[in-house]
């Protein structure tokens, strides 16, 4: 793959505008048709903040991953990292470029700028000093994660019913990026993770926590759901639910790798249940 794109992580891309159209669909449900265009424009600049976060991720991570991940572009030297910040930039200032410009001639309104500013504000502080720090910097992610879904609701123009699709998302973002500090714990010498200050046992007790406040989450917000939408609903958040306990259950035996895939494919699962959840 072209270095450039792969430092994208086209991938997370991809799962990123799928959350932003589940967080629309979830608004407004079928009406979402009327709003094609809103869509579009708020998913392609979704995606270049996504990229560009993630190719500014890899620049700060170049050192470590070279223990870490160094089949990636930077620690491979297939991408030199001026080139790899420059490139950065470029795609967060296009992503927000596009959002600004769609409020200038009125077709979004003011929230998804705001969402995608404030994250980008974030996700540099993050960078800079919050992801040395530990559950602080996890529970940033977490936010972040979560925050994809109420920048959908806000492409509409009404985000608040994406605030359960936020809440859940945050929490359970929460538990994957513990897993995920277990994973990378060799390579993050440098760094005061969760597993390397209180140890790798309790940081994943404390995952667990963080995902059975999700699992207990998903089943009451089945609520907000009536009829053949609330069967629905349940049988795909119920199957989420599994697929993350599993996963988790995986980093407990010693394979943090596979255990924050299966809590990511849990959460492509979650995301199906709001939109049968919405569309029913």
């Not at 409020?103 to 003011?110: H, I, N, Q």
């Not at 010693?254 to 809590?263: N, P, Y």
């Amino acid at each position: 793959m072209n270095p450039y794109l792969e430092i994208t992580r086209p991938a997370n891309c991809v799962l990123t505008a799928v959350a932003v159209a589940v967080g629309a669909f979830v608004a407004v449900g079928p009406e979402l048709a009327g709003l094609a265009v809103q869509l579009a424009l708020g998913c392609g600049a979704a995606m270049a903040c996504v990229a560009g976060g993630n190719a500014l991720n890899d620049w700060f991570d170049r050192d470590s991953d070279r223990a870490n991940h160094p089949q990636r572009p930077l620690p491979s030297g297939r991408l030199q990292p001026a080139a790899a910040r420059r490139w950065a930039l470029v795609l967060l200032m296009a992503g927000l470029g596009a959002l600004a410009a769609g409020w200038l001639v009125d077709l979004l309104g003011a929230l998804p700028l705001a969402i995608a500013g404030g994250g980008c504000l974030l996700l540099g502080g993050y960078e800079t000093s919050l992801k040395a720090t530990g559950l602080p910097g996890n529970a940033l992610i977490g936010l972040l994660s979560g925050a994809v879904f109420l920048y959908g609701g806000a492409l509409t123009g009404d985000p608040g019913p994406a605030l359960w699709l936020f809440t859940l998302a945050a929490v359970a973002s929460v538990a994957r990026e513990i897993v995920k500090d277990v994973q990378d714990l060799a390579g993050d010498a440098d760094r005061r993770t969760l597993p390397a200050t209180v140890g790798t046992g309790r940081a994943l007790a404390l995952a667990a926590v963080a995902l059975l406040a999700a699992v207990a989450l998903s089943f009451y917000a089945a609520a907000g759901f009536d009829g053949d939408a609330r069967s629905g609903y349940l049988a795909l958040v119920a199957t989420a639910d599994a697929v993350m306990l599993y996963g988790l259950w995986q980093a407990w035996r010693g394979d943090a790798r596979a255990g924050q895939k299966l809590l990511k494919q849990g959460m492509w699962v979650a995301m199906a249940a709001f939109i049968v959840g919405a569309g029913l």
